[in-house]
């Protein structure tokens, strides 16, 4: 009877907890670059300090890990510079607030006033020498390396000024962790080295890899684990009346 009691009300409590996941992940099916979530449970026994300890009867079902699937949404053309999606594996580099680095796949970047190109937060994008910074009065290219250039809208339009690189990075998916802003960061702090390999593609953003149609169902699936727990409670409290009942009488 404990074990029916605490496996179906912890479990309960998660599975809402899983369907706040969904309906985040619902609510960002048309956000350029996200990821989506998903949670996972487990069952835990409950620990007891009693001496003795007693049966191990009860179990609490558990949110044991947040998982993000990192695989690649699709590539939606713009025509625009500043637009830019990783192709494949990988991220793009950008400076945080506290000075440090974080790493984002949505790539719809633009130009500050100060011509330094940033997210739409206001994030500078790191390059191989710190922020770019882009004189007015340019052409730009970005090559499928991230090197940024330049070409006079007047005068000399053959001479090409390089103004820096993208930084691109490919650290280990496992070390990655979702911050409250929607950015990913290495769980040990620092920063991931640069990665020859990754390209960019210039005048593309990346959509979503949120499946709408298989989120839509995970919802359905858990509204109804949810109603089969809950009628496990009303199923376990009418035995418990009953037993009851029947040890009064005798």
Known sequence: MDRMI??????????????????HNLANVSTNGYRA???RLRAVQVQSNATPPGLATRAFAVD??????????????????FDMAVQGQGWIAVQTPDGGEAYTRTGNFELNVNGV?????????????GPISIPPEVEVS???????????????????NSLGRVKLVNPPEADLVRGADGLFRLKG???APLDEQIRLAS???EGSNVNAAE???????????????????????TNDRAASQILSLR
Do not use: W
């Open 142 to 160: 970005v090559g499928a390396d991230g090197s940024v250039s330049t070409v006079q809208e007047s005068g000399a339009k053959n001479i090409v």
């Open 203 to 205: 005048g593309y953003i």
């Open 215 to 237: 989120q839509m169902v995970n919802m359905i699936s858990l509204a109804r684990q949810f109603e089969m727990q809950m009628k496990a409670l009303s199923t376990a409290d």
């Open 37 to 39: 979530e998903e949670h």
């Open 64 to 81: 044991a890990s947040t998982h993000t699937d990192f695989s690649p949404g699709p590539e939606i053309y713009t025509g625009r510079t």
């Open 117 to 129: 190109l940033q997210t739409r937060s206001g994030l500078p994008v790191q390059g191989d020498g």
């Open 6 to 23: 605490y496996t179906a009300m912890t479990g309960a409590s998660q599975t809402l907890s899983r369907q706040a996941a969904v309906a």
């Open 189 to 191: 702090g620092g920063t």
